[in-house]
Nanobody, 126 residues
Framework: VQLQASGGGLVQAGGSLRLSCAAS????????MGWFRQAPGKERTFVAA????????YYADSVKGRFTISRDNAKNTVYLQMNGLKPEDTAVYYC????????????????????WGQGTQVTVSS
């Protein structure tokens, strides 16, 4: 599967952005999807994940209550709605995918994903 992330940009603190990740292929619902982010000089960290059916979602503590992951399987797209953005949310955001049956019970580590998009920059100014 190929992934194309978009929607990043520059926003002031407190603002909102919605990231999108479009996937190729005809079996999108059989893939669990995740969002990760990487700030300069730091490791790639988990942000949010969603099961293939959309029945379960997972969030990093740092974004709970501010970010929402969702998916539209008819459009082969996963979204990350980001509200209440903070300067510390500044990073390159990556979407990732893995066949649903290969995902762990809590798919929150980069090593749990096989397919990655190219990343989209999110910059939050104070």
């Amino acid at each position: 599967v190929q992934l194309q992330a978009s929607g990043g940009g520059l926003v002031q603190a407190g603002g909102s952005l919605r990231l999108s990740c479009a996937a190729s292929g005809r079996t999108f619902s059989s893939y669990g999807m995740g969002w990760f982010r990487q700030a300069p000089g730091k490791e790639r960290t988990f942000v949010a994940a969603i099961r293939g059916s959309g029945s379960s979602t997972y969030y990093a503590d740092s974004v709970k209550g501010r970010f929402t992951i969702s998916r539209d399987n008819a459009k082969n797209t996963v979204y990350l709605q980001m509200n209440g953005l903070k300067p510390e949310d500044t990073a390159v955001y990556y979407c990732a995918a893995r066949e649903e049956y290969l995902l762990t019970a809590r798919p929150v580590t980069p090593s749990g994903y096989k397919y990655w998009g190219q990343g989209t920059q999110v910059t939050v100014s104070s």
